[in-house]
């Protein structure tokens, strides 16, 4: 499996949501635990199962911040596709950056690079058309516009 890449704004933003959960959200959801423990039987508390409940996510958040910045190759640049699928108007233009879902870039969705779609258009230039197979078929589309984020 390659590596994530991910924009150094990326990696820094998932940095600090990884030393945020670390430090102030582990003891803020230890403090959770006690104070339902203090309330009395366990096996019907329901203050108690829903700190567990939130701890166990939250680990589990850690470690897949963990991986992900342990694993990340940073890019210095992604390109976000602005594209028409054949038979739809310009106005009907949908915007993809082809990447980690960490990324967020104003107005575009995340595509992942071994989707069908973001497979297809990866290196494609403005003004291509292309072609590829979807799930429910082959579907073709025409890029409009290139940009670099």
Do not use: C, W
């Amino acid at each position: 499996m390659a590596n994530p890449q991910l924009s150094q704004a990326a990696f820094d933003k998932l940095q600090a949501e990884f030393d945020d959960l670390t430090t102030r959200g582990r003891i803020e959801v230890a403090n959770k635990i006690e104070v339902a423990r203090e309330e009395g039987d366990l096996k019907e508390n329901a203050g108690y199962h829903a700190a567990k409940d939130e701890q166990g996510h939250m680990e589990g958040r850690i470690r897949q911040l963990e991986h992900l910045l342990e694993n990340a190759e940073i890019v210095e640049a992604s390109q976000v596709y602005t594209i028409v699928y054949e038979g739809d108007s310009d106005d009907m233009a949908e915007r993809y950056l082809i990447g980690n879902m960490e990324e967020v870039v104003d107005g575009a969705d995340v595509i992942s690079s071994t989707s069908p779609l973001g497979a297809a258009l990866d290196g494609a230039e403005e003004g291509a058309t292309i072609s590829y197979d979807a799930p429910n078929g082959s579907l073709t589309v025409k890029v409009l516009k290139v940009d670099t984020v």
